[in-house]
């Protein structure tokens, strides 16, 4: 497959079309902030009165680490796929093998948002159709329960009165496993997440122009909720500042206790910035579509930064309100932590009624809908890519006559509705999945950060359509260290195998990468993987930047391993 040419000119037969601006990849990253409906019931339940700032402190980290992205993206203005892509080139020179870790571990954090926003989604309609009824002791089938069972307990009662009303469809499942440290299930949330799934892929199959024109009205519909749900408490005088203080870690995950700032205490706070990265750092999926872009100098930067706007205010304002009304205590509730009542929490902040309420619930479906949607164009956009250079099998490079990389689309697919299994059995499983994804994107950030200077030192020579200034540059390095604390530290919160099930899948790349480059492309890559910093292979053996990228990835390693060592709850 040929690059395009200089003149960016639309998208021949086989090639993804040059059809929107940065409007466009704006309104396709629209859906990242609905990324805070994923885990701002777990974030609460691990950190307590810290949530609000845990929000806040990583919204701030990925806005500065943005702008590295956004230099080096502008260096490829024919490539798709992301950072990842574009960021795997500067490793090209020191490692073969290095380099796919980039494309491999971008692609594995982002792609199980399709699964996990489904499920969500899928809860939030069961919810809707089949609610599970709500009991008091005061109830009276709780009170006729007491009488005909003498010696019952007031819970006891609630709870079996609770299990004789709830729909059947609510406890149905098709079938149901246990397999190491989840559990998979093909119940009915599964069905309706497999449904939603499928009806996003119908959209996307359209290509990029088309998916941009629906995402827009979906993001208006979502964006301007999620704005009214954060604004109006604080002017109805809702928010509650004793909500907000002390500022102290939790004794204990899911307890209201407090704690104090000792090593099981930092150990739950970066537990928190650590989950709380894989949704604030997200819009950088802006820049997945830069070889659609019509003119990719100046919206590349341009897509990133409104982008990074509209999530700096929604991730800080959403979670502030949230806390301010409901409390610990509330935040702790169960269907918050496992995030089915998160939508319903959400509206009746806002009141107004039943048909309010109903209609907010709706739009936070919406805004899954729309976070999947990102997920699924940026996700398949980075295999797509990474077939194209050379990283993954050649069968993912195929487009159809929309410009949509269908193929990737449906290998998307395919690994989704397997995730989807397990993130419907329960909340451990959830959250399993989501701190085993979360790895794969704190090394995708890791490579990334660090690929900034290393582009300036072996390509400097290369004019930017746009250049970050040095010392942003040097934090978003600096970062890339700390966020290695956040996973070596903060993994083991969400489950104790996460960080070491995250290592592997992230190895996976090996074999799958082996395969494309030695036996389907006999050890060599495609000539035009370098097109677009005018080299070829050969160029690749002036190593400028010398033992400083092996010396960075042996420091990250073992920050990683020291963090994981100290910080233990």
Known sequence: MSALSDTYAVGAAGQLHRSID???AFWVASGVPALVLFSIGGIAGTTGKLAF?????????GFLQSFTYAEIAGLFPNKSGGASVYGATA?????????????????????????????IAAAYILNALAPIPVFTETSPQVVAYIGTHAGTSAADAIAAVTAAATPAIRSWSLFTHTLGPVSFSLNATFFIGALLMLIIFAIQHRGILGTASVQKYIGLLVIIPMLVVGVVPIFTGQIDWANFSPLVPLAAAYAPDPGSWNIAGWTLALGGMF????????????VCYTSEFKNPGTDTFKAIFYSGLLCMLLFILVPFTFQGVLGLNGMLATPIVDGSGVADALASMVGGGNLIHSLLVMLMILALVLCIMTAMAGSSRTLYQGSVDGWLPRYLSHVNEHGAPTRAMWTDLCFNLIVLAIASADATSFFFILAVSNCGYIIFNFLNLNAGWIHRIDNGHIERPWKAPTWLLGIGAIFAYVNAIFMGAGAKVWNPMALWAGLITAALILPVFCFRHYIQDGGKFPDHMLDDLGMKSTDLRAKKAGLLPYATLAAGLIVVLIANRIFVL
Not at 103 to 119: I, Q, R, T
């Open 22 to 24: 940065w409007r466009g």
């Open 53 to 61: 700032l845990i929000w806040t402190v990583s919204m701030i980290m």
């Open 91 to 119: 490793w090209l020179r020191y490692s073969k093998f290095i380099a796919p870790l980039s494309v491999w571990c971008n692609w594995f954090a982002w792609s199980p948002v399709l699964s996990l926003g489904c499920s």
């Open 275 to 286: 989950i709380a990265a894989w949704s604030t750092y997200g819009f950088e999926t802006a």
